[in-house]
């Protein structure tokens, strides 16, 4: 297991930027392919982006593609997410995750650590 922690949520007006940062401890935070998720109210969870163990690649869900960017530190421990010209449907609480090896878009998928949130709300 890791221990993941979130922090950089906050309140931003439409057009904004938020950089979101996850700290993991615990084992090898490079054996990790890392996530970000979100759940707006009464939704279901769902996948933003994905970077893989060495940060080479990355995937975006299509709602983000453009104006997120994932990337991580391995010297640092710690993956971090870029957000850019905020819109209101981007607000909701959003999670980091750690996956041995593999990435998943999936969150009911097994992951090896779960953030505790960070709220991001975006106003019009």
């Known amino acids: 297991q890791v221990q993941l922690v979130e922090s950089g949520g906050g309140l931003v007006q439409a057009g904004g930027s938020l950089r979101l940062s996850c700290a993991a401890s615990g084992r090898t935070f490079g054996g990790y392919a890392m996530h970000w998720f979100r759940q707006a109210p009464e939704k279901e969870r769902e996948f933003v982006a994905a970077?893989?163990?060495?940060?080479?690649?990355?995937s975006y869900a299509d709602s983000v593609k453009g104006r997120f960017t994932i990337s991580r530190d391995n010297a640092k421990n710690t993956v971090y997410l870029q957000m850019n010209s905020l819109k209101p449907e981007d607000t909701a609480v959003y999670y980091c995750a750690a996956r041995l090896w593999s990435s998943s878009r999936n969150p009911d998928d097994l992951f090896d650590g779960w953030g505790q949130g960070a709220q991001v709300t975006v106003s019009s």
């Open positions: 970077v893989s163990k060495e940060g080479g690649s990355s």
